[in-house]
């Protein structure tokens, strides 16, 4: 995913929820905050049982696995379903649905062993559950924007493009506790990728059963840590542990309880007085005002993750149908400043696509603030589309306080630098999906967060132009062909050349306009303790405890 992100700021969470995942958002703390630091001590676990308060900061789109794009509805996914594997306390990927596995000697087919678990309605979770939800989510009437995550089995990509038969997929469950897996090709990474939600099972029999199963806690069944017990659409939502699940005695947390409050400033004040235990990424964003003083008061913890804030640019719309068009816009702008003085947690200015952890180039690929070859490009550009003036320009995001002030300083910047007028409009999240994923917008936000620790899980979304997570409307041959001869390549440097070939593609094509590379900022409940965030941004609870203060 992973996904569109949600919020926007220092955070995939940070600024984006979606796609993939799919956002940070920082803003101004309100007067009378106590940004400070010197807050309330928040409120003891209800009634002797261990309940987590967070806030999800807006409705999660969904919580089924073979659907979900984002990292909000990431979130509840991974706390109530797991995959074959799943990482640790110790950061590494471990054998979790699957209790074992083995691979065989050229790397293409891997051969799982189910361990003895339940559903959360106590069916037995099997092999065929897994083999089931791949499937569905290849099926081309599931439309699942994220099924191309599922393209390195074996005849994935051809059923799910329409031209080949699901017989001929790559996974088969050999009984109820063997599940065989074929791959196209080698893959390094697979380990990590069913680890990933795309790669969850589902029940069969309550997807068959109901259309609508996944937006209704009393038909959420998973095979996670937790289970769902209420969901107040827009409002609330709640987990509790799951007895049935596997690994109960690791599980310490009794409730986690999800307010859903789109405004960061009442986020950070739910904090301060003890409603929350938590504040900001990796579900929501601190308020970007707010930034200096936690920073100062040392309240505040900040990481560097595998994300990338970026704008989409709709291509098949004039005037982003031209190159140079889209190149200027990208070009006139001066990150850095976005940086210090609206985002204010570290981030780095985004000269590519791919983020520092895994860069193909460390140089990057052009240059920040350039506003005389902007100047010149628009120029150019305008006259190759027989255009005397820069028509109507809408900017869209999703509502944040934090994508909101990026937006307004860029239309700053836009306007100072290439004398164009622009709209700015923010929708709902799931509205705002919707519509991008529709092409009914000109230029867009957009935040990833690396579902795996690759560069081709950043490239890939751009191979295909009606790619589940492209929503550009932009392709381009030799960069399919390059993506194409990366997964041939078994030598690291020769295939990192070939990766790096095809981002010099996408940022001379710039159907994109990266702008930041994410870090993630909160602060916290000094007793809530083990809770995991990768390196990629991504959040799981199912280690969370509270430990009393000695």
């Known amino acids: 995913?992973?996904?569109?992100?949600?919020?926007?700021?220092?955070?995939?969470?940070?600024?984006?929820?979606?796609?993939?995942?799919?956002?940070?958002?920082?803003?101004?703390?309100?007067?009378?905050?106590n940004a400070s630091g010197a807050k309330t001590e928040n409120s003891a676990p209800t009634s002797g049982s261990k309940v987590l308060k967070l806030n999800l900061h807006s409705e999660p789109p969904t919580a089924d696995p073979g659907i979900a794009e984002d990292t909000t509805s990431s979130t509840i996914i991974t706390a109530t379903f797991e995959g074959l594997t799943r990482v640790g306390k110790d950061g590494k990927y471990n054998p979790a649905a699957a209790e074992s596995y083995t691979v065989s000697e050229d790397g293409k087919k891997y051969t799982f062993k189910i361990r003895d678990n339940k559903w959360s309605n106590g069916d037995p979770?099997?092999?065929?559950?897994?083999?089931?939800?791949?499937?569905?989510?290849?099926?081309?009437?599931?439309?699942?924007?994220?099924?191309?995550?599922?393209?390195?089995?074996?005849?994935?990509?051809?059923?799910?493009k329409g031209k080949g038969k699901v017989e001929d997929v790559g996974v088969k469950a050999l009984d109820d506790k063997t599940l065989e897996v074929e791959l196209?090709?080698?893959?390094?990474?697979?380990?990590?990728?069913?680890?990933?939600?795309?790669?969850?099972?589902?029940?069969?029999?309550?997807?068959?059963?109901?259309?609508?199963?996944?937006?209704?806690a009393?038909?959420?069944?998973?095979?996670?840590?937790?289970?769902?017990?209420?969901?107040e659409h827009k409002s609330k939502l709640v987990v509790s542990k799951n007895d049935n699940y596997w690994d109960k005695d690791n599980v310490k947390l009794d409730k986690i309880e999800f307010s859903m409050v789109e405004d960061e400033n009442t986020e950070l004040s739910m904090w301060e007085n003890g409603e929350l235990h938590w504040a900001g990424a990796p579900t929501s964003a601190l308020p970007t005002d707010a930034i200096p003083a936690l920073k100062e008061s040392g309240k505040m913890?900040?990481?560097?993750?595998?994300?990338?804030?970026?704008?989409?640019?709709?291509?098949?719309?004039?005037?982003?149908?031209?190159?140079?068009?889209?190149?200027a816009f990208a070009y006139a702008i001066d990150r850095q400043s976005l940086i210090d003085n609206i985002l204010q947690a570290g981030q780095l200015p985004a000269t590519g696509y791919v983020p520092p952890s895994m860069a193909l180039n460390k140089d990057g690929f052009y240059k920040d603030n350039d506003i005389e070859t902007a100047k010149k490009l628009?120029?150019?550009g305008l006259k190759e589309e027989g255009l005397t003036k820069f028509p109507a320009l809408t900017l869209s995001f999703n509502t944040s306080e934090g994508h909101k002030k990026i937006a307004e300083a860029i239309q700053d910047q836009w306007k100072k630098n290439l004398g164009v007028d622009v709209k700015l409009e923010n929708k709902?999240?799931?509205?705002?999906?919707?519509?991008?994923?529709?092409?009914?917008?000109?230029?867009?936000r957009a935040g990833w967060l690396g579902d795996f620790n690759d560069p081709i899980n950043f490239l890939e979304m751009f191979k295909e132009k009606d790619g589940g997570n492209n929503d550009t409307r932009w392709e381009n041959p030799k960069y399919k062909e390059l993506l194409n001869q990366s997964a041939l390549e078994l030598?690291?440097?020769k295939r990192k050349a070939i990766l790096a070939q095809a981002e010099q593609i996408l940022m001379d094509e710039m159907p994109i306009m990266p702008i930041y590379y994410y870090t993630q900022s909160w602060v916290k409940d000094d007793r809530v303790q083990d809770v995991i965030i990768d390196g990629l941004g991504a959040v799981d609870y199912k280690y969370a405890d509270f430990v009393e203060k000695k």
Request: proline letters at 7%.
């Open 1 to 33: 995913m992973k996904k569109n992100v949600f919020v926007a700021m220092s955070s995939i969470l940070v600024l984006g929820a979606a796609l993939a995942g799919c956002g940070g958002g920082n803003q101004a703390a309100p007067a009378d905050s």
């Open 125 to 160: 979770v099997s092999a065929k559950d897994f083999e089931y939800a791949w499937k569905r989510a290849l099926n081309p009437k599931t439309a699942s924007n994220y099924a191309y995550q599922l393209y390195y089995v074996k005849g994935a990509e051809a059923y799910n």
């Open 184 to 216: 196209a090709n080698p893959t390094p990474f697979f380990l990590e990728l069913v680890a990933f939600k795309t790669y969850f099972p589902v029940n069969p029999k309550v997807v068959e059963g109901n259309e609508k199963w996944a937006t209704d």
């Open 218 to 231: 009393k038909t959420v069944i998973g095979n996670g840590p937790f289970k769902m017990d209420s969901w």
């Open 301 to 327: 913890t900040t990481q560097p993750i595998a994300g990338t804030y970026f704008y989409r640019f709709n291509t098949e719309k004039p005037p982003f149908n031209n190159v140079k068009i889209r190149k």
């Open 378 to 380: 628009l120029e150019e």
């Open 428 to 444: 709902e999240w799931k509205v705002y999906l919707d519509d991008v994923h529709q092409g009914k917008y000109q230029v867009a």
């Open 491 to 493: 030598d690291p440097e």
